[in-house]
């Protein structure tokens, strides 16, 4: 497809339950990056690769999240032990690594934490 | 890290207002980014900026840059019903963005 596309669009879990959240960026595309975007709230960036490299995942909020892109194109977001805290909209971005950063974001995946 | 304050939060208005919106850096930006989120989707990139002093135009946006590239503004004229979302701006410079919490703007046919 044209766009960064992210599967599932919404997503219920009950609270203890792995979730794990699809991205597949524009081809072509070397970097690649996570954000939470908690309701009322901008995007907070998570964590971030090129091609299949974790280059930076400092904002990652604990270690029950966890992310990989293990041949530098789709990524995965796996998040264990869900927590109502953990209720946010979270959105993938990529990047042909411009110079001024401009990234492509998809349409993101809401995940409710019951 | 650069925080990025945005005003108003929220704004509503009448379709053909005029209305402008900010965004402000405790330090200096490198580059300057400004987004629109609709409600389920992700954010678009507008326009980046990268001067001081600079001004861009995208059609009915006009998009200005301070001159010690520590602020920036967002003006609409004649707004339209289609303008409604959330406008983020954000900092680039470095791999990762970092955004305000925007300005939820709603034009009201």
């Known amino acids: 497809g044209a766009g960064v596309s992210q599967s599932p669009r919404y997503k219920v879990a009950k609270r203890g339950q792995d979730v794990a959240l699809r991205c597949d960026p524009i081809?072509?595309?070397?970097?690649l990056f996570w954000y939470q975007q908690a309701l009322g709230q901008g995007p907070e960036f998570l964590t971030y690769?090129?091609?299949?490299?974790?280059?930076?995942k400092s904002g990652l909020p604990s270690d029950r999240f966890f992310a990989e892109r293990p041949e530098g194109s789709v990524s995965t977001l796996k998040i264990q032990r869900t927590q109502q805290e953990d209720s946010a909209v979270y959105l993938c971005?990529?990047?042909?690594?411009?110079?001024?950063?401009?990234?492509?974001f998809g349409p993101g995946t809401r995940l409710t934490v019951l | 890290t650069q925080l990025l304050e945005q005003s108003p939060q929220f704004l509503s208005i009448q379709e053909g207002e005029n209305l402008t919106v900010y965004c402000n850096s405790s330090?200096?930006?490198?580059?300057l980014q400004w987004y629109r989120q609709e409600p389920g989707e992700g954010p678009v990139l507008l326009v980046t900026?990268?001067?001081?002093?600079e001004v861009k135009k995208l059609k009915r946006l006009t998009f200005q840059f301070g001159d010690a590239r520590k602020d920036s503004s967002l003006h609409i004229t004649a707004a339209q019903p289609g303008d409604t979302g959330l406008y983020l701006c954000?900092?680039?410079?470095?791999?990762?963005?970092?955004f305000g919490k925007g300005t939820k703007l709603t034009v009201n046919p």
């Open positions: 330090s200096v930006f490198s580059s």
């Open positions: 954000s900092q680039g410079g470095s791999e990762k963005l970092v």
């Open positions: 900026v990268v001067t001081g002093g």
């Open positions: 690769f090129q091609n299949e490299a974790q280059l930076d």
């Open positions: 081809s072509g595309h070397v970097s």
């Open positions: 971005a990529s990047n042909f690594r411009g110079t001024y950063n401009e990234q492509f």
